[in-house]
């Protein structure tokens, strides 16, 4: 920006014991307002790329879910439907669903992962308990699944390698139902505390078009008023589903 030689930069990392991952921020300040952030994020390369080229192909699923460890099942899906595209290899409508509703619990625990250190950023730390609390029911249901709290691993090309008998498929919705009475129970204080929304409202400015250029993907996309989500691709069982993404258009936190 222009009258950035006017500005106080402060930078902030790659290493500071708040980041849970490297990476480089320069922030400029214009007294108390943060006017301009550039990061720098090549602080962290795994090699995975080359890894996959050295793998046959089938040995790339495992790879391929350890891109990130906490969305780890829609990275395996993704290229077990890629393989099934190129080999017009046909999976099992159960192992659709199977695969629908555990892309679903991994978007769950993910999005309150998030939504609890988001809490605890703007001072609400009891929030951040509550939702790390019910967060608890996700991973359990998870482990109860595969015998993993996040690595879930079900994901073979062709379909799954696992299934769910009747007192799983009972506990998922009793516990579903449990989570969405906790959930209702503290997201006023996201949507409606005067507090929280004095440190969120009209904050961290992303509109449309830069939404689109910087490459935004699922809910800071959809704050920014465009509806996209990759689930209305109608990949898995998705297209077989009544489904509609949540959009805003306050393009703000």
Known sequence: MSNQAKLTVIPFGPQHPVLPEPVQLQFYVDEEKIVDVLPNIGYVHRGIERAAELNDYRRNLYLC?????????????????????????E?????????????????????LLWLGLFGEAVGFESLFMK???????????????????????????GGVNKDMDAPLISRYQKDMDKLKKEIDDWANVFRKDKSFLSKTVGMGMLPKKDAVHSGAVGPVIRASGIPQDMRNNGYEAYGELDFKPIVYDSCDV
Do not use: F
Request: proline share 1%; glycine share 6%; with cysteine.
């Open 65 to 89: 879910e350890r891109i990130c460890g906490i969305c780890n099942i829609i990275h395996g899906q993704t290229y077990a439907g890629m393989i099934e595209k190129l080999t017009d290899t």
């Open 91 to 111: 999976i099992p409508i159960r192992a659709k669903y199977l695969r629908t509703i555990w892309a679903e619990v991994a978007r769950l625990q993910s999005h």
């Open 131 to 157: 939702v790390w609390r019910d967060r608890e029911l996700v991973l359990e249901l998870t482990e109860a699944t595969n015998g993993h709290r996040i690595h879930l691993g079900t994901t073979v090309i």
